[in-house]
């Protein structure tokens, strides 16, 4: 009974009741010509005629009786899951605080922060943008509840013994480059099209990654060193170099730099974790899988 739908049982049960097509279709704001089509898709899905017609209206046979009894509890077990569902976002409550590293401060935090308003407006987001590893002492010192970093080759090894990590889609590493640049509009390029290129590194704490040049190159050329992506970046769109960046914040380029993939087998992933205490409330769960939703969002399609 694949074809049966929840529309249907709905008409089938207002004609039952009000014992006419007519008098259904003006109850449900259709047209008859639609209330007839859904009665007969329905007819279709059980095999058995659901309603006798005859002048003065019709009758309910003896499926369309069984079929109606049913259709009372399903359409009252929806309309309760709906407003159990609608109510979730008054349950949650409270607040939240959320730190992340600065990549994904650009472009991932801000749009979960937007989806969780809109999905639970009385769940107060707090956020803080650091390195990972004191993001990761933060957490271990209940000043977050949530804590979002990147592991992977080339990366610090913290110590998260004790919490749990919640994997999320992370992208690759890719270059910004000027929109003017020779690579630009490619869309992914070999490893060796970047040889000889001039790059825009970062220059941070020590322990933490500076995004300094594709990390399978050989004494990359390395022009400028500067802190914080606005001034990388800047350099790249004024045409000084181009700049290593993760993936997931290539939305949050500026006008005059374009992003392109790099294809570079000796390169493996890296991943991005949010991690939270061992036993999460529903509101940190809640952040967990809005932050899961709006990563697979940045899932490139090809």
């Not at 949530?146 to 990590?165: K, R, T």
């Not at 392109?260 to 991690?275: E, F, I, Q, S, T």
Request: proline share 6%; glycine share 10%; charged share 20%.
């Amino acid at each position: 009974m694949a074809e049966l739908s929840l529309e249907g049982l709905r008409v089938c049960r207002e004609v039952a009741l009000l014992g006419s097509f007519t008098a259904a279709a003006r109850s449900l704001g259709y047209s008859q010509p639609a209330v007839s089509r859904q009665v007969a898709a329905m007819e279709a899905a059980v095999g058995y005629r659901l309603f006798a017609r005859a002048v003065r209206g019709v009758s309910v046979t003896p499926a369309g009786a069984l079929v109606v009894e049913h259709a009372g509890r399903i359409l009252s077990a929806t309309a309760a899951l709906r407003h159990d569902v609608e109510g979730l976002g008054e349950r949650l409550a409270g607040r939240v605080a959320v730190g992340a590293f600065p990549a994904a401060m650009s472009v991932l935090v801000p749009r979960t922060t937007a989806r969780l308003a809109a999905e639970y407006p009385a769940l107060a987001i707090a956020l803080a943008e650091g390195p990972s590893r004191t993001l990761v002492r933060d957490l271990r010192a209940g000043r977050l509840d949530v804590a979002v970093i990147a592991a992977g080759p080339g990366l610090p090894d913290y110590d998260l013994d004790g919490l749990i990590q919640h994997h999320i889609y992370a992208g690759d590493m890719c270059v910004a480059v000027p929109s003017d640049h020779r690579l630009a509009g490619l869309g992914r390029v070999a490893v060796h099209e970047l040889a000889g290129e001039q790059w825009i590194a970062g220059a941070g704490s020590a322990g933490e990654p500076q995004f300094i040049a594709w990390p399978t190159l050989t004494d990359p050329n390395i022009r400028y060193r500067v802190v914080g992506w606005p001034a990388r970046l800047g350099l790249v769109a004024a045409g000084m170099g181009v700049c290593l960046m993760p993936e997931l914040a290539a939305l949050s380029v500026p006008a005059g730099v374009t992003t392109v993939g790099v294809a570079d087998a000796a390169w493996p992933d890296r991943a991005l974790v949010a991690l939270t205490p061992a036993a999460p409330g529903d509101e940190v769960r809640a952040v967990v899988t809005a932050l899961r939703a709006v990563a697979d969002g940045l899932r490139p399609l090809s």
